[in-house]
């Protein structure tokens, strides 16, 4: 059984408290004003372990950095190319079995790519 410590309550409210889908190393920033002794490794300790019992996702944007999403109900995401923004986009269609071609699926992310409407905007 995991141990719930208040660091790891902390790093979770933190999670939780954000739709910008942060850095370990923004999660970090936040936690630490009430934990200033907290180390960003045992803060991506516990992001990586939210993502490995499915109570979040770690996400490879591209941009080199992984990122964190504390929403873990099966959603889409658009990045913009302008200002990087990671932004929710709710499923078009679910998988109507969990498998591909005899190969068991037990997740899926969608990635999509261009301009945000507040780049789109500003532009």
């Given amino acids: 059984m995991k141990k719930h410590s ?5 790093i979770r409210a ?3 408290g954000v739709t910008s889908h942060p ?3 923004e999660v970090y920033d ?3 004003a009430d934990y200033p002794n907290i180390s960003l490794a045992t803060v991506y300790r516990n992001l990586t372990e939210f993502d490995r019992d499915g109570t979040a996702n770690m996400l490879y944007i591209g ?6 999403d504390g929403n873990a109900v099966p959603h889409d995401h658009f990045v913009c ?3 990087g923004r990671v932004i929710d986009v709710a499923k078009g269609s679910e998988l109507l ?3 591909i071609c005899g190969n068991r699926i037990e997740r899926c992310s969608v990635l999509y790519y261009g301009t ?7 532009g």
């Fill in 23 to 25: 850095t370990a190393s």
């Fill in 97 to 99: 079995s969990g498998e």
């Fill in 14 to 16: 933190a999670l939780d």
């Fill in 116 to 122: 945000c409407r507040d780049c789109v905007n500003d």
């Fill in 6 to 10: 208040q660091k790891r309550q902390a």
């Fill in 81 to 83: 190319d302008k200002c």
């Fill in 30 to 32: 936040m936690v630490r």
């Fill in 63 to 68: 941009d080199g950095t992984v990122h964190f």
